[in-house]
């Protein structure tokens, strides 16, 4: 099995992964085709590496495609043992590799999009996804007046996203389950629509901004939390100063500032003053 992955570099090296399977599951029995199981997220993968080259991405993208997603036997359980489930092969090696090489640290979010072709498209919140990310995406599509597709139902749903959300990366798992002609021959052209893609495209695309706005402030604030412990920023303890003691000159601020080099003493210096 071979997973694809395409990078897009954007202004941080921190990713979001935006995944979707590729194979197409092994019928023996009628022609299986695939049209939304395996063709539709393959088809958004292209169109969406189109789409971000030409964006200015504050984030790194990069676009997975996942082979290995439907189970060898019939059914999806059929031939699991415990610990060796017989599906998402291409995804659970993916993340596998990233923990193993320490990658996965960079990566933030990731957006997995399965079966989005059916051409009667009604996609549910996923129980097992990530909420915020979910959040954002179905305010965006309720933003562009899309919301007829992407209802405002849950259910539980097993697929690629699970070994993302074992190693904690946030992700959100974008599939229409509701589809009759799931793995069987009707699963072809006659059912799926592009219009379909076109939905699931624009509303994912809207989510970008959002999910990019809160993903920089977390590693700002994670960033502030880190530097907070070895060394405080010199302005804020000022302005701690100023604010609780007017009266205090800001010569005096500032010798303190300069007598007291290392954040701890500048701290007790800090509630001493207070103390006054
Ligand atoms: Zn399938």
């Not at 990069?62 to 060796?84: I, N």
């Not at 998402?88 to 193993?100: E, F, I, K, L, Q």
């Not at 005096?252 to 103390?275: F, I, M, Q, Y």
């Amino acid at each position: 099995m071979t997973n694809l992955i395409v990078t897009i570099p954007g202004a941080r090296r921190e990713r979001i992964v935006v995944t979707g399977h590729y194979d197409t599951k092994r019928i023996h029995e009628f022609r299986f085709v695939g049209a939304s199981d395996g063709a539709s997220s393959a088809a958004f993968l292209l169109e969406l590496a189109r789409v971000l080259k030409a964006r200015k991405n504050p984030f790194t993208y990069e676009l997975v495609f996942l082979d290995g997603e439907e189970a060898v036997c019939k059914d999806w359980d059929e031939c699991a043992r415990p610990g060796s489930p017989d599906n998402t092969y291409g995804s659970r090696h993916y993340v596998a590799a990233a923990r193993h090489d320490g990658t996965i640290a960079t990566m933030k979010a990731m957006i997995l999009i399965d079966m989005i072709g059916d051409r009667d498209l009604d996609i549910r919140r996923d129980a097992n996804s990530t909420p915020w990310l979910t959040d954002i995406i179905w305010a965006a599509a309720k933003h562009q007046e899309l919301d007829s597709y992407f209802l405002d139902e849950s259910r539980r749903i097993e697929d690629d996203h699970l070994p993302f959300l074992a190693a904690g990366v946030p992700s959100v798992d974008i599939i229409d389950l509701d589809y009759e002609a799931w793995h069987t021959s009707k699963d072809n052209l006659d059912n799926v629509s592009a219009r379909s893609l076109q939905v699931v495209g624009d509303v994912i695309l809207a989510s970008l901004p959002p999910i990019e706005t809160r993903l920089a402030k977390q590693s700002a604030l994670a960033a502030v939390r880190h530097t907070g412990v070895k060394k405080p920023p010199r302005k804020a303890i000022t302005t701690f100063l100023v604010a609780h003691h007017p009266s205090t000159g800001p010569g005096r601020l500032e010798r303190l500032g300069g007598r007291h080099k290392t954040p701890k003493k500048k701290k007790a210096a800090a509630s001493a003053l207070v103390g006054h």
